[in-house]
């Protein structure tokens, strides 16, 4: 483009001095070649600053590490890399056979808890009715004991049979107290709960509960729409619980973010609902038309996270790009553009519109040296 620029300013200032019969000397020659170079320095700075271009432009998408919740060794592995799969179809299955046993054990602890505390209810019941007993005992002892008293002060009975009579009623009262005691323990027993629910029902449950629960994660389904890449699981293979170690990756079936990072000079130009343009290596001779969506509130390098270390601007590599979100037009979708493809991105402004012209041409231009690669030559 800059030598069609001089090309052209050439030709108009060959014809100037023909036309204008300007003589030709060092000073004219001189003045031509710094009009020429003001010229397109002008027409260039302008593009640039009003018609920002970047190269660094792709297709971003989200994936999901697929990491097990529990550990095992893996048994079945039916899904095949790259075909697509629904949500909740089946990934890979981790051997069910120690997560079953957990389940048993915790099912047979549950059913001698619930037995247990059907023991401990019939307990306080009986308790209770030895209570309901002795305190029956007692209160005939407490009237036997009573009427003595009454009788041995008038001298009706001897002051043996009266000692007898206080010795029955303090037996009774000490067997009413020790079966109250018990009663109330056994009570307290029974109604230890939870919510309603006695209290080592309530933790079994939740132990049996926990154990059903890792028994389906013992089957890995995929979390979406989507397809799996590069699956090198393969059957015997001992698969962990860990987050850093995943065992697949997921593709989710949706279309991928289509980013262009500008530099910070262009960032009083880029507005949304831009008009932009892009090539792409992939599709070698042609451009395709856009929207700016969104631009960027942030720039990767100014984020703080809690540490241990103070802020050492030194540490800080490179001053960062504007990241606008481009939605690309009709068009695009009879091409074969994967995810993570490249590209390169020009944002037409309505400040100094006419050079756009400029930037056009020379994305055009740049779209068919797409063709011009070596790779394996």
């Known amino acids: 483009m800059d030598l069609l620029i001089i090309l052209t300013y050439a030709a108009f200032a060959f014809g100037a001095f023909k036309l204008f019969k300007i003589p030709v000397n060092g000073f004219s020659l001189l003045t031509a070649a710094l009009g020429g170079i003001a010229i397109l320095a002008a027409l260039l700075l302008g593009m640039n600053y009003n018609h920002p271009f970047s190269s660094e432009a792709r297709f971003y998408f989200n994936t999901t590490p697929i990491v097990p919740g529990v550990s095992g060794v893996v048994i079945e592995v039916p899904v095949k890399s790259g075909t697509m799969l629904k949500a909740g179809d089946v990934l890979f299955r981790i051997d069910p056979t120690p997560f079953e046993n957990a389940v048993k054990a915790k099912e047979a602890a549950l059913a001698d808890a619930l037995q247990t505390t059907k023991q401990l209810r019939e307990a306080s019941d009986s308790a209770q009715k030895k209570l309901e007993s002795a305190l029956a005992d007692r209160d005939g002892a407490k009237d036997i004991f009573e009427r003595s008293k009454k009788l041995l002060e008038t001298g009706v009975i001897a002051q043996v049979q009266f000692e007898r009579a206080k010795n029955t009623y303090n037996a009774a009262e000490a067997t009413a107290q020790s079966a109250r005691a018990e009663a109330n323990r056994a009570l307290l027993e ?12 309530a933790r079994l449950q939740s132990d049996l509960d926990t154990a ?35 065992v697949m990756i997921f593709l989710h079936n949706e279309p991928p973010k289509f980013t262009a990072a500008f530099l910070q000079n262009s960032a009083q130009r880029i507005e949304e609902g831009s008009e932009a343009e892009f090539i792409l290596p992939a599709v070698p001779g042609r451009f395709f038309k856009g929207k700016v969506s969104a631009v960027g509130a942030f720039i990767a390098q100014g984020q703080l996270q809690p540490s241990g270390n103070l802020i050492d601007p030194e540490q800080i590599k490179g001053e960062g790009r504007i990241l606008v979100r481009i939605d690309p037009e009709e068009g695009i979708s009879k091409y074969l553009i994967v995810p993570g493809s490249s590209a390169q991105v020009a944002i037409y402004t309505h400040h ?10 020379l994305l055009r231009m740049k779209s068919w040296t797409n063709y011009l690669f070596s790779d394996g030559h």
Do not use: C, W, Y
């Open 212 to 246: 059903k629960f890792n028994l389906e994660q013992s089957v890995v389904r995929a979390p979406t729409d989507g397809t799996v890449q590069q699956n090198f699981l393969r059957r015997g293979m001992f698969a962990a619980s860990m987050p850093l170690r995943p």
């Open 190 to 201: 029974a109604e230890a709960v939870v919510k309603g629910v006695n209290t080592d029902v």
């Open 352 to 361: 100094m519109h006419h050079l756009a012209i400029l930037r056009k041409v």
